[in-house]
């Protein structure tokens, strides 16, 4: 398992096949904006050929919030981004998240929808973080979640989404836990440094003094716990 550095996607080999993990789609999050009086065009496709950029793979895995709305408003979107990909994955499966409510009456056939709770890929524990998973997922050498959106603030640039590679302190987790940045760049960024509790397992679960901070490029930021106390004041150059 590795990063696809300079995107907010992984690559897992299992069994001599490769797949690419996303997390946090929020398809038809431009409708949440239109409630607010900002109108923009609909992303789905270039969301959908910004995933194809990174094949050929032959299976996808989305670790939770392919949708936004917690209804079926965003349900149009949904099918149109996964007939559009499902032309460059053979499976598509998806682990539930907070977002995804009546998921299963949207996709149809097209997805294959886990759990909350997450499930196995290889020797990672997939699952979406909003929701703990079962005891069995610390037998596994790798956890990966997505939900926070993790991002910290740098001088000139505003909030930058992150990778964060952390060593967890609960029993029922892996060891070692990724977590994914938002695949959907609208999104807004939660600030790591500004840490909130974020589901179950972020930020109470892992030690922010082994907690790596990486951006999407891969520069090394530094831990967590040293970011906290640098707050405000890192830079790139």
Not at 146 to 169: F, R
Not at 211 to 232: A, F, H, I, M, Q
Request: glycine share 12%.
């Amino acid at each position: 398992m590795e990063p696809i550095w300079g995107s907010p996607a992984l690559e897992i080999k299992v069994d001599g096949k490769r797949w690419i993990l996303i997390a946090d789609l929020h398809l038809g999050f431009e409708l949440e904006l239109a409630k607010e009086g900002v109108y923009i065009p609909d992303r789905t496709e270039h969301l959908a050929e910004k995933l194809i950029s990174l094949g050929p793979a032959d299976g996808l895995v989305i670790a939770g919030d392919l949708k936004h709305s917690i209804g079926l408003s965003s349900g149009f979107r949904v099918r149109k981004f996964l007939e559009v990909v499902s032309s460059e994955f053979s499976r598509i499966v998806l682990t539930v998240g907070n977002h995804d409510g009546g998921i299963v009456s949207v996709v149809g056939s097209s997805c294959e929808v886990r759990g909350p709770r997450g499930f196995p890929l290889g020797d990672v524990w997939v699952f979406h973080g909003h929701a703990l998973p079962p005891p069995e997922s610390s037998d596994y050498d790798f956890g990966v979640m997505g939900h926070v959106h993790p991002a910290v603030p740098i001088k000139g640039l505003g909030k930058i989404p992150v990778w964060l590679i952390a060593e967890t302190t609960c029993d029922f987790l892996p060891q070692t836990l990724v977590v994914v940045p938002a695949f959907n760049d609208m999104l807004g960024y939660g600030d790591l440094l500004g840490v909130r509790e974020r589901g179950p397992v972020f930020p109470k679960c892992i030690d922010p003094e082994a907690t790596d901070v990486l951006t999407l490029e891969g520069d090394y930021l530094g831990t967590l716990s040293y970011l906290s106390r640098e707050k405000g004041l890192l830079s790139l150059t």
